[in-house]
């Protein structure tokens, strides 16, 4: 699978400081922050700084360090945030059947109150 990376995207712009953002963890190769249309109490968005794609693209051609880096920056904020109580959702979402909007890596992460089923239809 080829993984074309856009970098005018809008996590791009955002590494770049190009636009801002509402930074909830930032280390050496990872970057969180605030969804700008929070789906539940607590939406935040975690992005590599690197340029991947999809969760399958970071995950087949980043650093050990970056992947390291990624995982440890998600259990942070779970921590941070109190969601290991009640539980949490993460969810990434790639290309077309998966409705990506964004064409920069990300993972949601969702919580503070019950999510409801995993999929609906549509
Ligand atoms: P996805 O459909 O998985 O690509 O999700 C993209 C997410 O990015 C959506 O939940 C948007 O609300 C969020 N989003 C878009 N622009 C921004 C922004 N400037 N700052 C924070 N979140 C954003």
Same mark, same amino acid.
């Given at each position: 699978?080829?993984?074309?990376?856009?970098?005018?995207?809008?996590?791009?712009?955002?590494?770049?400081?190009?636009?801002?953002?509402?930074?909830? #963890?930032? %280390?050496?190769? %990872?970057?969180?922050?605030?969804?700008?249309? *929070?789906?539940? *109490?607590?939406?935040?968005?975690?992005? *590599?700084?690197?340029?991947? +794609? %999809?969760?399958?693209?970071?995950?087949?051609?980043?650093?050990?360090?970056?992947?390291?880096?990624?995982?440890?920056? +998600?259990?942070?904020?779970?921590?941070?945030?109190?969601?290991?109580?009640?539980?949490?959702?993460?969810?990434?979402?790639?290309?077309?059947?998966? +409705?990506?909007? +964004? *064409?920069?890596?990300?993972?949601?992460?969702?919580?503070?109150?019950?999510?409801?089923?995993? #999929?609906?239809?549509?």
């Amino acid at each position: 699978m080829a993984y074309a990376y856009d970098d005018q995207n809008i996590f791009a712009k955002i590494l770049r400081g190009e636009i801002p953002n509402r930074t909830v #963890l930032e %280390t050496d190769h %990872t970057l969180a922050f605030e969804d700008i249309n *929070p789906q539940a *109490p607590v939406h935040v968005l975690v992005i *590599p700084k690197g340029a991947y +794609v %999809t969760y399958d693209h970071f995950a087949a051609e980043a650093s050990d360090a970056e992947i390291v880096d990624f995982h440890r920056a +998600v259990a942070r904020i779970c921590a941070e945030q109190g969601l290991a109580a009640d539980g949490c959702r993460f969810i990434s979402n790639a290309g077309t059947h998966g +409705v990506q909007d +964004v *064409p920069h890596f990300h993972l949601h992460i969702l919580g503070g109150r019950p999510l409801g089923r995993m #999929l609906s239809a549509g």
